[in-house]
């Protein structure tokens, strides 16, 4: 049988590939780059300090993902976050703050004024239903911050939620689309007509399923929780125990530069690789092809099958970052880093958009004299940053920390990493985008997409997407 295809060694690309393993169809991987991963890269130092240079932490409650990494051999080498590692801060009025973690401290945050507290409490009993432009099929695309506005009020998007947007997209909450970055949210405004009446509506549901569940005499199986994981190494462990997991050899530093239909009545693909040592080109034929590529890379290949696809995939923006990682000795920092990290909100005008402390998180990974700080420059509203000179960017970086940490002389170590297209931005039009992108597979039989730019862009949704698209090609080729 020929093989499936996959086109990119990424997370997503690498989530396929193990599923059709899995179920036994043959696979070949091809990667433009020299090691497997994408954006997840790790590195070790000579003091044994890990590094993670893109993603810090892999957040899941996903079963099969968790079997998976006992399966390919990093059950022992995975690390659960410190629970003490809990505790979030955001900057407020130029000083650390922690979040609010629960009804309680939400009631005594300094985050909020007294008014936006009252105004939160009335979110349950706020109408429903986002803008709708008159004569459209469907509810206009809103942003998460008119959403937010609406729903929680100004200062919740201004000081909470404007923070995570930056935090997990790099992105702008005018500009990011709720119901394709935020879905869950999005879906408890559509389902319930409120958040927070939804939140506790599901929750109570789980609590009554649960009971009946015991009630019958059925195990009581515990809800999956979520996990916050690292590995020993890093988290490049992990594409990589996957990658070596596999029966044939990713082929790495081999760029995919064309795809076509095959000539001839058996049918496939012709998938055109050329080495990137400049050696000649060579077709790999395929019998279906799973594209796990950033989207203008996507755009690129599909541009000659079809334009449509190719159109709508070329739209999607990215935001640069840079990851600056800072060691420093633990002596001369005056805050403890006893939490997950910073964010800062955009109308503090800080020249980071935060900065996680993973020696708190992953305590025991790293000789703990030394604070480990990666701190995230650029953004969809900063951009600029992330592509600085280096050196203004490491002074920028070390003067927030010692305004905001209290870091003190020099560091032991430092580094900048630049993504220049680091995370794609759903912004409005996400969903027409992707729709598109459904039409054209449908229309494609044997090609398929798969990538952080289409359901998710955290590790555990790519992940996700990735494995549910490489099952659903197994059972087409079974
Ligand atoms: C700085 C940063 C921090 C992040 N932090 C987190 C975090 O803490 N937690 C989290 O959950 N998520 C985080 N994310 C998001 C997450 O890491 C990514 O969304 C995810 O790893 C993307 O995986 P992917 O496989 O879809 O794409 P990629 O990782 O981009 O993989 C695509 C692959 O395709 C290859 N390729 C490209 N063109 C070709 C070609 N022509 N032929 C063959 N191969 C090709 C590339 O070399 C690459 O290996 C972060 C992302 C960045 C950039």
């Known amino acids: 049988m020929d093989p499936v295809v996959v086109i990119g060694a990424g997370v997503s690309g690498l989530a396929a590939a193990w599923s059709l393993h899995k179920h036994g169809i043959p696979v070949r991987v091809v990667e433009a780059d020299d090691q497997v991963g994408g954006v997840v890269r790790s590195t070790r130092l000579d003091d044994g300090t890990v590094l993670d240079l893109g993603p810090q932490t892999l957040s899941t409650k996903d079963p099969d993902l968790q079997e998976t990494l006992r399966q390919v051999g990093l059950g022992s080498r995975t690390l659960s976050a410190d629970p003490a590692s809990g505790r979030r801060f955001v900057v407020h009025e130029g000083k650390v703050v922690e979040l609010p973690s629960g009804p309680l401290s939400l009631a005594r945050t300094s985050l909020l004024s007294t008014g936006a507290k009252f105004r939160l409490l009335g979110e349950p009993f706020r109408k429903g239903g986002g803008p709708v432009t008159e004569g459209a099929s469907e509810p206009d695309e809103e942003s998460i911050a008119d959403f937010v506005r609406r729903r929680l009020g100004p200062e919740v998007l201004d000081h909470m939620v404007d923070p995570f947007v930056s935090g997990v997209f790099a992105g702008d909450p005018e500009q990011i689309s709720v119901a394709a970055a935020l879905p869950e949210l999005h879906a408890l405004e559509q389902e319930y007509g409120s958040i927070v009446r939804g939140g506790v509506k599901r929750m109570q549901a789980a609590r009554k399923e649960q009971k009946e569940r015991e009630a019958a005499g059925g195990t009581p199986e515990e809800r999956p929780r979520n996990r916050i994981l690292s590995f020993d190494e890093g988290l490049q462990s992990w594409p990589r125990a996957v990658a070596d997991a596999l029966d044939e ?11 076509a239909r095959a000539e001839g009545d058996a049918g496939g693909w012709d998938v055109r690789i050329a080495r990137e040592d400049g050696g000649s080109e060579e077709v790999l034929h395929a019998g279906a092809v799973i594209l796990a590529v950033p989207a203008e890379v996507a755009a690129r290949l599909l541009a000659g099958l079809d334009a449509g696809v190719a159109q709508a995939l070329s739209e999607i923006p990215y935001a640069p970052v840079s990851v600056v990682h800072v060691v420093h000795p ?16 955009s109308g503090e005008d800080r020249g980071i958009l935060g900065s996680l402390w993973p020696n708190a998180v992953f305590p025991g990974r790293n000789p703990k004299e030394q604070a480990v700080i990666a701190n995230f ?8 940053r992330a592509m600085a000179e280096k050196d203004e960017i490491l002074d920028m970086v070390r003067r927030e920390l010692g305004d905001l940490l209290g870091l003190r002389g020099d560091p032991a170590h430092q580094r ?22 459904a039409r054209f597979e449908e229309a494609t039989p044997g ?4 990538g952080s730019w289409r359901d998710a862009v955290s590790l555990g949704g790519c992940w996700a997407t990735g494995a549910r698209v490489g099952t659903e090609v197994a059972r087409t080729r079974g």
Request: aromatic share 4%; net charge positive.
């Open 377 to 384: 420059v650029g953004g969809a509203r900063t951009p600029e």
């Open 416 to 437: 900048v990493t630049r993504w220049p297209r680091a995370i794609p931005q759903y912004t409005r039009g996400h969903l027409d985008r992707i729709r598109e992108v």
């Open 447 to 450: 090609v398929r997409l798969v």
């Open 330 to 345: 633990m002596d001369r920092v005056d805050h403890p880093l006893d939490g997950f990290g910073v964010l800062a909100p």
């Open 249 to 259: 050899p990713v082929l790495v530093s081999t760029r995919v530069v064309g795809l």
